[in-house]
């Protein structure tokens, strides 16, 4: 036995020892180092996480499968198919251009000239007082030198007195000689298109009322004379009624100009009062009845509506190429209010 070779014990027995084959190293483990921080910088974006949906049950499922109320898909939550998007507006048609000659319609309720713009309405505004007030100055200028210079006196105004105060038939004649000479310078300033017929018309009717308002101003000088000869001092009428008319007419302008209202409307009712004052200075003509202070205030009402009535024509519908013949019409009313007035003032003083 003691020759036997060695033998190993093992687990089992006792066996022969055999050589077991060198096992691979294996390489030693590091503990794993954290990474360095990323620098805001050097971030990059990340997608969002997508959440897993939730598995729908099956149709029919028992009360205790199916999705809580809490956990499904409210109606704010869902997308719309479909954006609404708001539909094309439609294109309005062109309106038509209104005809200028319309059965049964004034050929001068349309002008296109009254709409051109508010530079050519300003033009114009300008120019027709303008012409007033050159108007107006050469009215006062003829009436000073027809009371003042002896050849004119001579001339022209004793014999225009004298035939107009003669007697009412003379008188008559008189007013019929003006009115004619008036329709034929509004015409001539109003319905021409030349525009020397357009001053011609102005000058003659600033003529024809300086003439007219002769035999009126002598009764004022009279009645001053008599009134001063009985101690009572100057009346001053002519003065203060030519204040009292300037007054009256700047506060219907500025009416006109401020308030901004049409008073187109007046028309009608001016057409009518005019024809009845006509008819009542002929009906006294005829008649020989005296008018009175009654009819004086009312002929200063109906001056006053014709002033407002042709302001506002001149604000906003007149033909702004017819300033001429706005300018006219605004000294004829001034002028009708004028008389009127020295008339109350002229009683009122005596």
């Not at 038509?96 to 004034?106: I, K, S």
């Not at 319905?191 to 024809?208: E, F, M």
């Not at 300086?210 to 001053?236: Q, R, T, W, Y």
């Not at 006109?256 to 024809?275: E, Q």
Request: aromatic residues 10%.
């Amino acid at each position: 036995m003691s020759n036997d070779p060695k033998q190993q014990k093992t687990i089992m027995a006792w066996g022969p020892q055999v050589p077991q084959a060198p096992q691979p190293q294996q390489p030693q483990q590091q503990w794993p180092q954290a990474p360095a921080p990323v620098q805001p910088w050097q971030q990059t974006p990340t997608a969002q996480p997508q959440w897993p949906q939730q598995p729908q049950p099956p149709v029919g499922a028992p009360p205790w499968q199916q999705q809580p109320p809490w956990q499904q898909q409210q109606p704010w939550q869902q997308q719309p198919q479909q954006q609404w998007q708001q539909p094309a507006m439609p294109q309005m048609p062109a309106m038509p251009a209104m005809p200028m000659n319309v059965p049964g319609v004034p050929s001068n309720s349309y002008r296109p000239e009254a709409t051109e713009g508010v530079s050519s309405r300003l033009r114009f505004i300008r120019l027709t007082y303008l012409h007033l007030f050159g108007a107006i100055l050469l009215f006062v200028g003829l009436e000073y030198l027809l009371l003042t210079n002896a050849f004119l006196v001579e001339k022209v105004t004793i014999p225009v007195v004298t035939f107009g105060l003669k007697d009412r038939a003379h008188w008559g004649i008189v007013l019929a000689i003006f009115t004619c000479t008036s329709i034929l310078t509004h015409w001539l300033a109003q319905h021409t298109h030349s525009k020397p017929l357009h001053y011609i018309g102005l000058v003659l009717y600033v003529i024809a009322e300086a003439v007219i308002f002769l035999p009126l101003m002598a009764i004022v000088l009279i009645v001053s004379a008599d009134i001063v000869a009985k101690g009572g001092g100057e009346p001053h009428i002519l003065r203060d009624s030519a204040l009292i008319t300037l007054g009256v007419f700047g506060a219907l302008t500025a009416t006109v100009l401020f308030t901004k209202k049409d008073f187109s409307f007046l028309r009608t009712g001016l057409m009518v009062a005019g024809a009845a004052a006509m008819g009542l200075i002929v009906l006294s003509l005829v008649f020989g009845f005296n008018l009175g202070i009654v009819f004086a205030v009312g002929m200063v009402l109906l001056a006053a509506g014709q002033i407002l009535y042709e302001t506002s024509q001149v604000m906003a519908h007149a033909d702004p190429e017819e300033y001429v013949g706005a300018a006219l019409s605004l000294f004829s009313s001034i002028a009708l209010l004028f008389w009127y007035v020295i008339q109350i003032v002229m009683k009122m003083r005596e």
